[in-house]
């Protein structure tokens, strides 16, 4: 249905609520019943006129439309009222708005920019293991001697992670993970 026709089918809709209880009254006035009983009985047998048009609304689907037109309007009369309610909030909406969007677009380009690589597909994770399967650390001289062997890896760096005790002026010592990188681990593009 269209936005345009819904006074149209509105007005249609009460003709024929009014012809039905006009009906319905007829027919209890034939049963015997006075004039203003058979109107009284008349609408308890059709019921809530409103209930009705609510429900064919509904049925129409159109019901939602109008309730979120009815939603803004209430809204923006609430709004117009108390000016200085509307002025903090707006300015609330604004200072949230903006300030996620500055927040993600500065996620977007730290986090999510492509890595400094041409093919990222190519990097390789090198550990030596020891016989017994674990994992091993190599030298600085293993390191560089691989480093300068150019045929074996495009590009290499190094990085070794710590366990640190910190402790300031009488606080108890705390435990914390750490680690050096090589210069070149990832160079800054």
Known sequence: MRWWQIKKRDAELERELRSDLEL???EQRERGLPSKEARFAARRALGNATLIKEQTHEAWGCASFEHLWQDIRFGTRSLLKSRQFTIA????????????????????SVLLKPWPFPDPGRLVFVLQRQADGNGNLFSTQDFLDWKEQRGILARMGAHVSWQFNLS??????ERISGGEVSSDLLPVV
């Open 89 to 108: 909030a707006v300015l609330t909406l604004a200072l949230g708005i903006g300030t996620s969007t500055a927040m993600f677009s500065v996620i977007r």
């Open 24 to 26: 319905e009254e007829e």
């Open 168 to 173: 300031g002026p009488g606080a108890q010592p």
